[in-house]
């Protein structure tokens, strides 16, 4: 196990003198990023208990299958773009220029941030741009635009998956029961995840074809005071989308402004943002030692395991971050007027025609610190990291001690077990957790209580997974 717990305390701390040089202690309750992220958003206690939950809590509560289900499923209901919630002339959801499985960021803080004006909507994007179009031109483009892009209804990787009624929650009955239990596991989790796929299609197709409705109806409605105010006015959409600027990453035109990097101040469209994430939890790459031997990883300390911030996707600083200075010529959807009522004033009509150089400006403020609050990084869309780095950091300790649990049965089976003799208490006795308590070398003690505990929840563990079979 090495010097597990003191190394715990040492890469924390290095860790953290990342994003805060000073006063990094260990005794902060939470990293530097998720208590500015609560000072500014201004969530709620419900999203307050959930991020504690995440964080500390389901280190020792897993949950069920069930639950995690029905977590993803309502994760997934929040990423469907919606016409009648909509900022600014733009969405709550992604349109869908990267696949389903690709969206993993946390879709209530996106949402909130969005309506917070924080981060720039989900713009329905064009594929390209003429500025030769007219303004009728435009506008009809425009409302020819669907909600979302299209789907790939038959990925691949489900092409032999059955889905079953999507009605019927019990996907049980779906598995193969002649598989080995971890079989029957793996196959359960796909079946999950192509049915998921199959609901997100049809929950975006309900959505689009209301949309769709929403329009016709609203065309042969003379009366504009009596048309659904949920849907953009011509004017809403002509505004928008006649200055509009090109993702460098999707390559796509969207309406301004759009985010800027904190760093290099470049543009990234809001899609593109929310790919943006920090690698897996690794050990860190160490130097090649000829003279010693190469430790694998397997027997390496759990707690060395690290997980860096997303680095600027054009200049390559750590911690990717980005601003956005929302709209001043319209407020529109939530939080602001009804889209539908939106008028563009008439002076501006005229200034944004002699004026479309002006997009290339970009934004007015200077560069800006990870810990601004203006800024809204890659880690705080997925308050979940440092969870997840945690829980590499159990599961691999896990590992661990069933392989020293193993080893010491070994031990107490076999008194002549060569390791027993390469024993370094002197006393002679087993080297189990509960007799090296004689030893007073507090850091051996403390080391021998993560054993212990990492034992006992392994222990917990195995009776869980028991449980939840027998119940099925
Ligand atoms: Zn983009
Ligand atoms: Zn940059």
Known sequence: MGNALTKLDESENAFKGRSASIGSGSTRPTNVSERRRRMHMGISNNARSRTNSTGSQLMYKKKSTRERDSMKESFAKQLVVRYNESVDGGYLAPHGCYTFEKLDYDPSLVRSLITARKLAPFYIPLQDFDES????????????????????????????????????????????????????????????????????????????????????????????SKRNLALPSADLNHTIYKKG??????????????????????????????????????????????????????????????????????????????????????????????????????????????????????????????????????????????????????????????ATAIHVSNQLVSPDHPSRRDSTTDSGSIPNARSSRLVTNPMVELENQMVEQAIRLSLVDEEERKNSQVHR
């Open 133 to 224: 179009w007219t303004r009728e031109e435009l506008i009809k483009i425009v409302d020819g635009l669907p909600l979302h892009a299209a789907v790939n209804e038959n990925p691949e990787e489900f092409e032999d998956t059955p889905i079953g009624n999507l009605k019927v929650q019990n996907i049980d009955e779906l598995v193969d029961k002649s598989l080995s239990k971890k079989e029957q596991r793996k196959q359960r989790s796909k079946i999950f995840k192509a049915r998921l796929h199959r609901k997100r299609i049809l929950w975006q197709e309900q959505e689009n074809e209301a949309f769709l409705e929403q329009k016709l109806e609203a065309k042969k409605e003379p009366n504009p």
């Open 245 to 402: 600027i090109e993702c460098p990453i999707c390559f796509l035109y969207y309406p301004e402004p759009l985010n800027y990097s904190r760093c290099c101040l470049q543009p990234i469209c809001t899609e593109c943002f929310v790919q943006i994430k920090r690698g897996d939890p690794h050990f860190p790459h160490e130097e090649v030692d000829p003279t010693k031997p190469v430790t694998n990883d397997d027997e390496k300390d759990p707690n060395l395991l690290i997980s860096e911030p997303a680095s600027c996707a054009y200049c390559a600083t750590p911690n990717f971050g980005v601003t956005y200075q929302p709209p001043e010529n319209r407020k529109t959807g939530i939080g602001g007027t009804p889209p539908g009522s939106y008028k563009a004033a008439h002076d501006e009509e005229k200034a944004s025609v002699s004026n479309r150089s002006g997009s290339e400006e970009g934004p007015k403020t200077p560069s800006k610190s990870p810990e601004d609050p203006e800024v809204v990084t890659s880690d705080m869309i997925r308050p979940d990291w440092k969870a997840k780095l945690d829980k590499e950091r159990l599961r691999l300790a896990r590992r661990s001690a069933n």
